[in-house]
């Protein structure tokens, strides 16, 4: 018996074999170790035993009744939090002026994405030397300038490494929001901002009234974006503190290192991870509904 294909189901079908091998790669990639993890925190899975016997849920009693889970929980939310907004509100600002009729616009648009383009083992050499409290420009700079007395040791003091480490991810970040920002803003028709004019309103009010709602989506998918980021953030933290000092900077990712491979539970390791992920899908899942919410017309 003959089986006639429609157009449409041979369509279908042709996409079905183009999307197969990226379905395989992503499902070795990413969905085999997650469903991984996830079994392994069931376990008493250490790398000293060969036995891993399941344990139900005693990895998640112990993890949950930590207080190093939630000092670095309070850490890891301070960090993305603190960035993300201070990456944003930079971001516009930075995004608003390459936007207007500024001299050697190309230029700046041009050379903004340096620190993003940087790798981020670079960057945190490159800071390394700035914070330095012997040589360092950064103290060279705040003590002539008057702000400070003393030299300060940023990375080895309790109190201000979090705050270094901030400053190199927002560095380093910013130049990427602040572009994809620029992108909305020139998807803005200019024709919206002449009859808002016309109509007697002000710099101020057409910011607030047409170009924030006009990037709303925009908004939320930049900052979706570095709230992941952020989130999984391990390398400056490895290379600039390794989450000290006295577990100041010791971040959701720093401790499920140190858990899985210093002190070789795998099984609480995985645990933290599984906490980890959806601690993250709380964050994101309100930030995609905003990103792709249908626009008002």
Same mark, same amino acid.
């Given at each position: 018996?003959?089986? =006639?294909?429609?157009?449409? =189901?041979?369509?279908?079908?042709?996409?079905?074999?183009?999307?197969?091998?990226?379905?395989?790669?992503?499902?070795? @990639?990413?969905?085999?170790?997650?469903?991984?993890?996830?079994?392994?925190?069931?376990?008493?899975?250490?790398?000293?035993?060969?036995?891993?016997?399941?344990?139900?849920?005693?990895?998640?009693?112990?993890?949950?009744?930590?207080?190093?889970?939630?000092?670095?929980?309070?850490?890891?939310?301070?960090?993305?939090?603190?960035?993300v907004v201070i990456e944003l509100l930079v971001g516009i600002a930075?995004?608003?002026?390459?936007?207007?009729?500024?001299?050697? =616009?190309?230029?700046?648009?041009?050379?903004?994405?340096?620190?993003?383009?940087?790798?981020?083992?670079?960057?945190?050499?490159?800071?390394?030397?700035?914070?330095?409290?012997?040589?360092?420009?950064?103290?060279?700079?705040?003590?002539?300038?008057?702000?400070?007395?003393?030299?300060?040791?940023?990375?080895?003091?309790?109190?201000?490494?979090?705050?270094?480490?901030?400053?190199?991810?927002?560095?380093?970040?910013?130049?990427?929001?602040?572009?994809?920002?620029?992108?909305?803003?020139?998807?803005?028709?200019?024709?919206?901002?002449?009859?808002?004019?016309?109509?007697?309103?002000?710099?101020?009010?057409?910011?607030?009234?047409?170009?924030?709602?006009?990037?709303?989506?925009?908004?939320?998918?930049?900052?979706?974006?570095?709230?992941?980021?952020?989130?999984?953030?391990?390398?400056?933290?490895?290379?600039? @503190?390794?989450?000290?000092?006295?577990?100041?900077?010791?971040?959701?990712?720093?401790?499920?290192?140190? @858990?899985?491979?210093?002190?070789?539970?795998?099984?609480?390791?995985?645990?933290?991870?599984?906490?980890?992920?959806?601690?993250?899908?709380?964050?994101?899942?309100?930030?995609?509904?905003?990103?792709?919410?249908?626009?008002?017309?």
């Amino acid at each position: 018996m003959t089986i =006639r294909w429609s157009r449409k =189901r041979k369509n279908q079908l042709f996409g079905l074999i183009l999307i197969l091998p990226a379905s395989l790669l992503l499902s070795i @990639t990413i969905l085999t170790p997650l469903f991984r993890s996830i079994y392994t925190s069931f376990l008493d899975d250490s790398l000293l035993s060969a036995l891993h016997p399941w344990n139900h849920f005693a990895n998640y009693k112990a993890v949950l009744s930590s207080g190093a889970f939630y000092h670095s929980l309070q850490v890891t939310l301070t960090y993305v939090i603190s960035v993300v907004v201070i990456e944003l509100l930079v971001g516009i600002a930075l995004a608003l002026i390459l936007h207007s009729n500024i001299i050697l =616009r190309g230029f700046f648009r041009s050379i903004i994405l340096i620190p993003w383009a940087i790798p981020t083992i670079v960057a945190s050499v490159i800071f390394l030397l700035i914070y330095n409290s012997d040589y360092g420009v950064l103290n060279q700079l705040l003590i002539s300038s008057g702000l400070i007395n003393e030299k300060l040791n940023i990375l080895n003091d309790a109190s201000l490494a979090l705050i270094g480490i901030m400053g190199i991810a927002v560095w380093k970040q910013t130049p990427l929001m602040t572009i994809m920002i620029l992108a909305g803003l020139q998807g803005i028709s200019k024709s919206i901002y002449e009859a808002a004019t016309i109509d007697g309103a002000g710099a101020t009010r057409s910011f607030f009234h047409i170009t924030l709602p006009a990037l709303k989506p925009v908004l939320a998918n930049v900052a979706l974006l570095m709230t992941v980021t952020n989130f999984q953030m391990f390398t400056l933290f490895y290379s600039l @503190t390794n989450g000290g000092p006295v577990d100041a900077t010791k971040s959701l990712a720093i401790l499920t290192y140190e @858990t899985a491979f210093q002190k070789y539970d795998l099984g609480q390791g995985a645990t933290i991870g599984v906490i980890w992920m959806f601690v993250l899908l709380l964050f994101s899942i309100p930030l995609y509904r905003i990103a792709h919410r249908p626009q008002e017309s």
